[in-house]
């Protein structure tokens, strides 16, 4: 079975340098030992053995990283930069790195750069493991090899203040529900908004309150957006969603956050969606952006925004 154990010092496995190697196995014993076979008369000697592709740990790895794309990649570099960052003990972080090493000399320099190693001419020069059943890489380990369009039960935020325009609301929620994709109202405040038509709509949750972390992409209606303008909540959720590399709708005077994201004379950006209004056209160049799961050539630009 399993340990349920929930350990009250610094280290859980072995081996470790942390822990004098506790918690390990319990060796063997007449009383209070480990487990054992049964000894049992047999003909030669009942042993427990693993065949040695249990001791090649590489290989695996390796076939994973290298059917990767070049953005997957660049997020395995980053979680691992971003996990070992905050390993206090420097031996640790160069002993993980040297792992890396073993497995491709990419993912080790870029990790290593990021924590501020230098990789040896020894770790530059390690000879990878061999293929795995001849394979060097498989698409179907990655997630955006063979893209497959779907965005069936995707979350779409929609900013609203009184004063939207309730046109525009009901073609962009007609539009998204046709393909399966399910739409919050996001609001500066809880209960309801009224529309530029006297009707009014249900908010689901404050801007605050369901952070652009939880969508896959924004849009913003006309209507009234001076007051998203004043609200720091509004433009923070939408400057979170620029930088996550979220595909951002902007409707009519909706354009005039543009300039928050450094676009104010650009026409065009791909991932960013603009229209007069929400007509069917725009609707389907926002759900065809939304296919791509995120914006990926905005990654660099990203960098820089404070968010």
């Known amino acids: 079975m399993h340990r349920q154990d929930i350990d009250t010092n610094p280290a859980n496995y072995e081996p470790n340098s942390i822990n004098d190697n506790w918690p390990r196995e319990t060796p063997p014993a007449a009383e209070g030992g480990g487990f054992e076979s049964y000894q049992e008369r047999i003909e030669g000697h009942k042993v427990r053995e693993r065949s040695p592709s249990f001791g090649e740990y590489y290989a695996q790895p390796r076939l994973f990283w290298l059917s990767q794309t070049e953005v997957e990649q660049q997020h395995i570099i980053g979680a691992y930069s971003f996990e070992l960052s905050k390993v206090a003990r420097a031996y640790i972080r160069e002993r993980v790195v040297d792992h890396l090493a073993r497995i491709d000399t990419k993912l080790a320099q870029g990790v290593a750069d990021n924590l501020g190693l230098a990789l040896t001419d020894e770790q530059l020069n390690i000879q990878p493991p061999a293929p795995v059943n001849g394979l060097t890489k498989d698409d179907s380990l990655s997630l955006y090899a063979i893209p497959d369009g779907e965005i ?6 929609l900013l609203l203040s009184d004063g939207v325009k309730a046109a525009d609301v009901l073609a962009i929620l007609q ?3 046709a393909v399966g994709v399910h739409a919050k109202l996001l ?6 908004v009224r529309a530029d038509d006297g009707s009014v709509l249900p908010v689901d949750a404050t801007f605050a309150g369901l952070p652009s972390l939880t969508f896959d ?12 303008l004043l609200s720091g909540d509004a433009r923070y959720f ?3 969603a620029y930088k996550h590399l979220k595909v951002i709708g902007l409707v009519g005077e909706a354009r005039r956050f543009k300039a928050q ?13 603009q229209g007069d209004s929400a007509e069917s056209a725009l609707m389907s160049e926002f759900t065809q952006a939304m296919k791509a799961h995120r914006v990926w050539s905005r ?3 990203a960098q820089s925004v404070p968010a």
Do not use: C
């Open 217 to 228: 992409a924004v849009m913003v209606p006309d209507g009234n957006i001076d007051a998203l």
């Open 261 to 273: 994201f450094g676009l104010e004379d650009a026409d065009q950006e791909e991932g960013i969606v």
């Open 175 to 177: 539009a998204l529900k």
């Open 238 to 240: 939408l400057l979170e």
């Open 299 to 301: 990654s660099q630009k």
């Open 152 to 157: 069936k039960g995707r979350q779409v935020a």
């Open 187 to 192: 609001a500066p405040h809880m209960g309801q």
